[in-house]
């Protein structure tokens, strides 16, 4: 999309901030080389932009939940090591080998079938990266299978048919600082690393960072940090600060146009269930975005947006397509510019205040805005 997208709205997606973020998370991580994840349509902000501009600002990974995702990146022309690691049975294992994707394995089956696999290529070398569960308690092998499936790796290197080039794991709590769970999950890694070391792995890259760990838990950085969502410029948590406390810039701006401005006089109800009601004669303004495009449902009556230089919250329900405002007696021109959330610069809310708003994190605030809404790229020089 450029910037004669349809008006109705628009997610502007500023790549020179995604660079910029990219470079601090650099240096916050200088020993580290840096994997930029891009699960999820990187966040919702388009993986195949995001991925171009990450590897040019100097990632040197890409990382994926879905093999189907790793080979769409490929399939775009990017290049740079790409991992992806959420498989199940039957995946497109030869696929992702002869696409030289690595492959994270978090258990024996999934190991089989990328030897498998590896043996249906014509004896093409996989790369798998051995998944550890050092308490999370979801995907990666538990402390008492590790054994039989760094075993079994081994086996498989020896035949030439894969090559073991990481070991990893995947933290429970990083965005709460202080957690109990962090030093211990470290030390089971530790543990599980020196176990598999100890019988003949060499992994080119150990690593175990996500975005708040890289941010704040230097000693968790090991060869590589994997960051998604501090590279679209959102804090991970509250408790770590703002976006701006950590030097990250958002990269998202979502904004609207005004579809209608009109009087209406005082005990008004507005949208389903009226459950807002004019407490005087004002106007209203509506907003043509609504769940349909990612806008939470539960942001109704609480959901900030700026429209002529104020913040207005939702007033009512958020609908499936469009959701009202009171203007408190503005008239600002049908067409005017709402923006929903952006950096913050000019005043607008962000990503941040809108998961408050709804009570969730401001992941599932730009990750879940829809396909509806065209993504216009800016700063891509
Ligand atoms: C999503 C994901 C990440 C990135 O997490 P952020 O908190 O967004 O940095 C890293 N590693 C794995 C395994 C993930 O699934």
Redesign the pocket.
């Known amino acids: 999309m450029n910037e004669t997208a349809p008006a109705r709205a628009r997610a502007e997606i500023d790549l020179a901030a995604l660079v910029a973020n990219v470079g601090t998370l650099r240096a916050y991580a200088p020993a580290a080389a840096l994997m930029a994840?891009v699960?999820s349509d990187a966040?919702g902000h388009g993986a195949v932009p995001c991925a171009r501009a990450a590897l040019g600002a100097g990632a040197s990974w890409l990382?994926t939940?879905t093999p189907e995702e790793a080979l769409a990146l490929r399939e775009a022309g990017l290049g740079g090591r790409i991992m992806c690691?959420l498989w199940t049975p039957g995946g497109p294992w030869r696929e992702a080998i002869e696409a030289d994707v690595d492959l994270g394995v978090s258990g024996l089956w999934a190991l089989r079938e990328a030897i498998q696999a590896a043996r249906a290529a014509g004896g093409r070398t996989a790369r798998v990266q051995l998944k550890a569960d050092t308490g999370l308690g979801r995907n990666g092998c538990q402390p008492r299978d590790w054994p039989e499936l760094v075993a079994e790796a081994l086996r498989a290197e020896a035949e030439g048919l894969i090559r073991v080039t990481g070991l990893w794991s995947?933290f429970a709590c990083a965005d709460e600082p202080g957690h109990p769970s962090i030093g211990a999950q470290l030390t089971a890694f530790r543990e599980m690393v020196a176990y598999a070391e100890g019988q003949g792995v060499r992994p080119e890259v150990r690593h175990i960072a996500?975005?708040?760990a890289?941010l704040t838990l230097p000693e968790t950085h090991f060869d590589l940090v994997?960051?998604?969502?501090?590279t679209y410029g959102i804090s991970?948590a509250p408790a770590l600060g703002t976006a701006a406390d950590l030097g990250l810039r958002p990269v998202m701006t979502l904004s609207a146009s005004l579809a209608l401005v009109k009087r209406v006089p005082a005990g008004h109800g507005v949208s389903y269930g009226h459950h807002y009601v004019t407490p005087g004669d004002t106007t209203l303004g509506l907003v043509p975005v609504g769940y349909a495009d990612g806008i939470p449902r539960h942001a109704s009556g609480t959901g900030p947006v700026l429209v002529g230089g104020k913040w207005r919250t939702v007033a009512g329900r958020v609908a499936m397509d469009q959701f009202a405002v009171d203007l408190g007696g503005d008239q600002p021109a049908v067409g005017e510019r709402v923006v929903l959330f952006g950096p913050g610069d000019e005043g607008e809310p962000t990503a941040e205040d809108w998961a408050r708003a709804a009570g969730t994190i401001a992941?599932e605030i730009v990750t879940r805005i829809g396909t509806r809404v065209p993504r216009v790229y800016v700063n891509s020089e």
């Open positions: 994840v699960k966040y990382g939940a690691w995947h996500n975005s708040p890289t994997r960051t998604g969502i501090a991970p992941y």
